[in-house]
Nanobody, 123 residues
Framework: QVQLVESGGGLVQPGGSLTLSCVAS????????TAWFRQAPGKEREEREE???????????NYADSVKGRFAISRNNAKNTVYLQMFSLKPEDTAVYYC?????????????WGQGTQVTVSS
């Protein structure tokens, strides 16, 4: 069974850092592209913002302008896990963060999604 499970969310003060994890089971991320998305409060599923993606060959797509220079995506193949390091967090980063996967290359359609992890940035 293909499954993605995110973790690492929580409450953090503005300027703080968090690292999110996305563990895959039932398939190998060696052959999948994995992306991080977020859904801000009040936004619909269709309005999820794609933050970045790492392809099966390790290539990373450009980051969304909203997180460029502050977030970093990486992958540990041995742990079948993709990470999202988040620095200099702002209140507007508050959202539910999701990872999603599709075979091989980053694209516009992802057929496997995790359940999401909540990140709240507030003082």
């Amino acid at each position: 069974q293909v499954q993605l499970v995110e973790s690492g969310g929580g409450l953090v003060q503005p300027g703080g850092s968090l690292t999110l994890s996305c563990v895959a089971s039932g398939f190998s991320l060696d052959y999948y592209a994995t992306a991080w998305f977020r859904q801000a409060p009040g936004k619909e599923r269709e309005e999820r913002e794609e933050l970045s993606c790492i392809a099966s060959n390790g290539a990373v797509t450009n980051y969304a302008d909203s997180v460029k220079g502050r977030f970093a995506i990486s992958r540990n193949n041995a742990k079948n896990t993709v990470y999202l390091q988040m620095f200099s967090l702002k209140p507007e980063d508050t959202a539910v963060y999701y990872c999603a996967a599709v075979p091989f290359n980053c694209g516009t359609y992802y057929n496997s999604w995790g359940q999401g992890t909540q990140v709240t940035v507030s003082s």
